[in-house]
Structure formats: structure tokens, C-alpha cells
């Protein structure tokens, strides 16, 4: 009984402290490694709001077999459907903007971008714990899209 005594306090505080740290709105702000381990985000707040760009890639120029003839050059956006953006970089572009907390471990009201694609959708993200963000991309409501899990960066 003594024993139980000790450790109930201990772990009601336990769960509070993690509850709270899911509840702060910038719980997402940091760089994430995305699920397929060939870039980095960082997620950052802008205009009351959170955004996240593409720090690092694994691979950012082209291939020497690149079908488009654009071997060794830097990657740039030339799947967007917008001819005046296909010139932009893939390094330092915005891939998620517009997030609001929704509260807990939720936000939400945000787009990503896929640059491999050249589409925008919109997006919501679950901090599922302190270093596993899980980003869903979809069209129209949120059954429809695909889920990826980033990983914080250390």
C-alpha cells in the first residue's frame, strides 16, 4: 500500500507533464525528417499561424540520367502547373502552410505541397508523441488522402 502511495503521485504528474506538452500550440515547431528520409522540414510559426519548408535533401540536384535533361542541376519546382514557379528552388521552399492548433495534438486548416507532383492539398497533423508527427494530405475531406509519419530531428 505504502508503495502504492508513492507511485500514484509520481505517475499522475507523469501524465499530466506529457498531457500539457501535447496541448502547447508550437509542440510541432522544430525540424522533421520526412517518412521517406529524403528531406527535412522545419516547421516554424508565421503570421499566427504554422508553416514548414524544406531545409535539406538527400539528394538536391538532379541525377545524371534525369529524363528532363537537367542532370547535376539544382532541383527545382518544374512540376508546378504555374510556368512562373517551375524556376524555384526545392531548397528553402514552402511545403506546409496555414496550420492552426485545434487543440490536444491536432492541427489543422493547412496545405501541403508535393513538389514531385505539383499539387497542393490540404493537410492536417497529429503530434502522435514528442518526436512522431503524422501528416495527412488529402482532397476534399480527410478519408480520401495519405498519410505520412515525420520524425523529429534531433
Given at each position: ?72 542541376k539544382s532541383k527545382v519546382d518544374r512540376e508546378n502547373p504555374e510556368a512562373s514557379k517551375r524556376e524555384r528552388p526545392i531548397l528553402g521552399m514552402n ?12 492541427w489543422e486548416g493547412g496545405f501541403i505541397y508535393n513538389p514531385r507532383e505539383g499539387k497542393t492539398y490540404k493537410c492536417k497533423m497529429t503530434l502522435e ?26
Amino acid at each position: 500500500m505504502k508503495r502504492f502511495l508513492v507511485v500514484l503521485p509520481l505517475a499522475i504528474t507523469l501524465i499530466l507533464a506529457s498531457s500539457a506538452a501535447a496541448q502547447k500550440p508550437d509542440a510541432i515547431v522544430g525540424k522533421w525528417l520526412v517518412e521517406e528520409k529524403d528531406s527535412q522540414i522545419e516547421i516554424y510559426p508565421c503570421e499566427g499561424r504554422f508553416c514548414g519548408k524544406i531545409i535539406w535533401l538527400k539528394e538536391p540536384n538532379y541525377p545524371a540520367d534525369d529524363a528532363k535533361g537537367m542532370a547535376g542541376k539544382s532541383k527545382v519546382d518544374r512540376e508546378n502547373p504555374e510556368a512562373s514557379k517551375r524556376e524555384r528552388p526545392i531548397l528553402g521552399m514552402n511545403l506546409v502552410w496555414g496550420f492552426t492548433h485545434s487543440g490536444e495534438n491536432l492541427w489543422e486548416g493547412g496545405f501541403i505541397y508535393n513538389p514531385r507532383e505539383g499539387k497542393t492539398y490540404k493537410c492536417k497533423m497529429t503530434l502522435e508523441n514528442p518526436d512522431q508527427l503524422k501528416v495527412r494530405g488529402f482532397i476534399g475531406i480527410s478519408l480520401i488522402g495519405k498519410t505520412n509519419v515525420w520524425t523529429r530531428e534531433k
